[in-house]
């Protein structure tokens, strides 16, 4: 319990958490929409991954990451975003990518 409320405790892990509400993206993904480096989105998502909130995947040289499906602290967080000025528009952001890769 403890290690989940340190993850979400970052201001910059939650915006992590949005942006993966609906797609999955790699370190470099999520530091380029961020602007933070990708050492510390890194550490950031190191931190998510110990927590049990994401789950990694390595394919070839990138590693994506995505959402932990079944978790409590996801579903509920997934539904506060959509009240939270800050994380509302990554969410939406989040669905456009979907979206285009979609179709792409």
């Known amino acids: 319990m403890d290690k989940t409320f340190e993850a979400l405790a ?22 380029e929409r961020l602007g933070i480096s990708a050492p510390a989105i890194s550490r950031h998502l190191s931190v998510l991954e110990n927590a049990a909130l994401v789950t990694s995947e ?9 959402l932990k499906p079944d978790s409590l602290v996801n579903q509920l967080s997934g539904f506060m975003f959509e009240l939270c000025p800050t994380a509302g528009p990554l969410k939406r952001e989040s669905k456009a990518i979907a979206a285009k890769r979609k179709t792409n």
């Open 10 to 31: 970052s201001l910059p892990r939650r915006k992590i958490l949005a942006l993966l509400s609906n797609v999955e993206l790699t370190t470099s993904e999520l530091a």
């Open 58 to 66: 390595r394919r070839g040289q990138f590693v994506y990451y995505t």
